[in-house]
């Protein structure tokens, strides 16, 4: 028997249809789609470069640097493979990384020199009064050579003021015993059979304290009781806590303990951390760093809301934000910790826990 003959599941469309202008791909789709073939960051973020000197800017484009896949293909593949390599090279290493410099090369040394006396040259005319742009041009050039001769890092100190934390806030010490740190990343070796060596590692989950009660889903079974406002700080400010997890066990272990950790949401959304370490540690001291580890947050108090609604503080290129009302520049950060310096009285805004 003979099929009748049928149209085609989809035919085309007519042309300049409303049906085929909806198959036509979005430009955005398509230039996404561009950049995930070519391994290029699909979510750059433009950022603005000023010249303190000439006061001219310019627009840089900077990868996201994603971890995940949905964020940003290509940056999420280039962090795994980071990952898998330094894991790969890493995690059975039997003797420590050199983790000495090579000499400068002569090149090296030569442009060092070049970079040095061009800055003698913009210093001069800086003091004089004089136009720097040729010679800022110069040293941007000395700069990306050297940058591609392998020399890392800045050719000049920072200027940044840097923080000077009074005593009173420094984090409290835990209650640990204290132990000498050896700089060594290899955990205890046990002989076998044979002569064979084994590196046992450890796997460990850390996770937050209980906000309330929640149901199979993760949501509170009472919204009233449950601790909103420490589940999110807990959550800002979880990534500090484990870094001094990492401190608190490298001083009770007496080695440079190396981990390979992921961050995982629970139902709960509350952060926790699986870690595979670098040698063996006992669940007594696994628990009593734990126990002992906390981190407190020194910040201003966020807890009175001031501008909300259709009244938020209004950025000003040249002062910062500005309250909306009267035009006074906000308080600074920086303003607002010597403020939090000042108060004898002052506590931490925080304490994350585990
Ligand atoms: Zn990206």
Known sequence: MALPHTAAANPDPVMGSRAERARLPVARQVVEAVAVKYGVCVHPIPVRRVDPETGTSDIVDVPCGATVTSKCPACAERARLLRITQCRQGWHLEAEPILEPDDPSDDQQ???????????????????????????????????????????????????????????????????????????????TFAGKAGKVFRPSVFVTLTCRSYGRVDEHGVPRDMNRYDYVAAARD??????????????LRRVAGYEVQYFAVLEPQRRLAPHLHAALRGTISRVDLRLVAAATYHQVWWPSTDTVVYHGPVLPVWDELRGYVDPATGEPLATWDEAMDCLDADANAQPSHVVRF
């Open 235 to 248: 959550a800002i400010h979880f990534p500090k806590a484990v870094d001094r997890i990492w401190q608190n």
């Open 110 to 188: 030569e442009l060092a020199t070049l970079r040095a006396d061009l800055e003698a040259v913009r210093t001069r005319a800086v003091i004089e009064g004089k136009d720097t742009v040729v010679v800022q041009a110069a040293i941007e050039r000395v700069d990306d050579a050297m940058t591609a001769a392998g020399v890392r890092g800045n050719f000049l100190p920072s200027h940044a003021r840097r923080r000077v934390r009074s005593t009173r806030r420094r984090q409290d010490a835990p209650d640990l015993p204290p132990t000498r740190v050896s700089p060594t990343t290899i955990g205890r």
